[in-house]
């Protein structure tokens, strides 16, 4: 089987991509490799008419539902190459088997690496967060942290504030200008300069961040901005180009996400900066939909 479109990713942006299709009875195939990004964070926060569910319920709920559609397929396995040729792309996977499809839509998602500070790793997700529009209004105000890393974090910090009472911790990353000291002085933002060298608590929980001269400061969040990274060098692989914004690297698109690469679309996080839930679904529609009308003018040979 040749299928229309092969999907690499099932995450938000994958799943939505697959919906128009498989409703317009063409055939999809979603291959996951099960590493959502937001596979560390318990609930799903600002998600209209689903605010606090979990993403792995949202997902599994998605799946189950394109799952009634005949024509959608889903696979497990990681995307080992693609190939182009005799008018289709080959997927290989893991485990030697592979895949053909007319046209492919990159949704495989971007990874967080995070500074190299302990009690940082295994707080993520919970207690050290990256958006406030997703976790900021559970964390319930009080002390909170942002801890800089990068060009970005300052900015965070201006706008963080609007949640709590926060340290900036600039942790030798952030020289702030005499602009950015008064941006911060307004917005009644802590500045502390002391590199940091732990972040503490029981279990998951925060409660301070340790400071290299023996200090605790309070917090009961910590706000980090990260340059994310490809979860996946398929990209690459096939030669689309990047465009870099201030949180990394993404795939450049137009407006119905077709990568520079003839018949590769991207969508999700891999593809666009800011990055949420709703505006990875969006993506994802857009994408399936100009996969459709691609298709379409293949057919009628107006391409």
């Not at 926060?45 to 539902?65: C, F, I, M, N, P």
């Not at 020289?175 to 000291?181: A, F, M, N, R």
């Not at 502390?192 to 060298?197: D, G, P, Q, S």
Request: aromatic content about 6%; some cysteine.
């Amino acid at each position: 089987m040749i299928y229309d479109a092969i999907i690499i990713g099932g995450g938000f942006a994958g799943l939505s991509a697959a919906t128009p299709l498989v409703r317009a009875r063409r055939r999809v195939l979603v291959i996951d490799a099960g590493r959502s990004r937001n596979r560390f964070a318990a609930h799903s926060h600002g998600v209209l008419a689903h605010d606090g569910r979990s993403g792995r319920e949202l997902l599994a709920t998605a799946r189950a539902q394109l799952a009634e559609y005949p024509d959608f397929t889903l696979w497990s396995g990681e995307v080992l190459s693609l190939q182009q040729g005799d008018g289709a792309f080959s997927a290989h996977l893991d485990g030697a088997r592979r895949a053909d499809g007319r046209r492919v839509i990159l949704a495989t998602g971007v990874s967080d690496p995070l500074p190299e500070i302990p009690g940082l790793a295994e707080r993520w997700g919970k207690t050290v967060l990256h958006c406030p529009y997703c976790h900021g209004y559970e964390v319930g105000g009080g002390q909170i942290g942002v801890l800089a890393n990068t060009p970005m974090s300052m900015q965070q910090a201006s706008l963080i504030a609007d949640w709590g009472d926060v340290t900036f911790f600039t942790n030798g990353h952030a020289v702030l200008d005499e602009t950015s000291c008064i941006t911060l002085a307004r917005r009644k933002v802590r500045v502390e300069t002391v590199a940091v060298r732990a972040v503490e608590g029981e279990g998951t929980a925060l409660s301070a961040v340790r400071l290299a001269d023996g200090r605790a400061v309070p917090v009961r969040a910590l706000f980090v901005s990260v340059r994310a990274e490809q979860s996946s060098s398929l990209a690459g692989q096939l030669g689309c180009e990047f465009e870099d914004t201030p949180g990394g690297l993404v795939v450049r698109t137009d407006a119905w996400k077709l990568s520079s690469v003839p018949h590769v679309y991207a969508a999700g996080d891999a593809a666009r900066f800011p990055q949420n839930i709703s505006f990875a679904c969006a993506d994802g529609v857009a994408a399936g939909i100009g996969v459709h009308h691609s298709l379409i003018a293949e057919e009628i040979g107006a391409i």
